[in-house]
């Protein structure tokens, strides 16, 4: 992204919250940010785009830093989940982002108010899928009711613990003691054998998502394979090749591994078609995103 449009972005983000969404006007988006209409238009369609490219480039963000804490680290440790879910809301809490969760969740706006819910789903995808990283895949039956639970502890003592306290306070004790409380209820309920959503719910909601783009992604690299202008290109065709194999076979493909062959692909750019290279890049970030959330 260029640093104009970011600087749209930050300066709108700023507006939105100082006057509320329905309240900023697309006019008082160029006069705050100095740019003129056509410049706008070429960013963004609408004020609702520029409202989504916000909540994402904000998400992009913290998934990064959420991501970071696991390097090196047991992904079972519910320790490091602890600090994840610090993390993440204590960068909602700098960004305001719950404000403009609630405004667009009231407005009668079905494509903000479709981005936010389909969000709020993916995050339960990501608490469902850590779960099972911590609590083990014969848990994996109750762990999607104790991932809407725990959205649930957490959001309703987060609201509360603000209201009593100073909201500058720490938010730690708060997540610690509802991580604390969705650990106890996984042992009651995964004893009791007790479920009331089934987890393949969720998971053919994003497996359709998923196959869709790894389809897609497929047709991408043949097509690439195709272009290539030189047969001696082999380490071209590898690269492809791992890329490939990585996205579709691989139960968790290793981001920083295919980042890493792309950046080696773009080596070869000569030797094939660039345009859709560029397809490519935007395909994979597509297939990661799928498999990730928006903000809680």
Known sequence: MNNRKMHVIKKAHQLFLEKGFQATSIQDILDYSGISKGTFYNYFSSKNELLISIFKTLHEKMESER??????????????????????????RTNKLVALFEEVLVSNDPELKQFIKEGQLRMVNWIFTRFIEIFGEDKKPYLLDCA???????????????KFFEFSSSINPVVRYSVERIRRVVEEVSSAG????????????????DHRNLHILCKSILTLKK????EDQNDCMDLLDFIQEEM???????????ESAIQSLNRCIAFMDAKEFENLEKLVLSCFKSLEEEPV
Do not use: A
């Open 227 to 230: 272009s290539i202008k030189q």
């Open 194 to 209: 007790d479920y009331l959503l089934k987890p393949e719910l969720i998971e053919n909601r994003f497996q359709q998502t």
């Open 148 to 162: 809407v639970m725990f959205l649930g502890i957490l959001h309703h003592n987060v609201k509360y613990y603000t």
């Open 67 to 92: 991501d970071k804490l696991l390097i090196g680290q047991d992904p079972s440790s519910i320790e490091v989940f602890t600090q994840q879910i610090e993390l993440q809301m204590n960068m909602n």
């Open 248 to 258: 579709i076979h691989s139960k968790k493909p290793r981001k920083f591994l295919i």
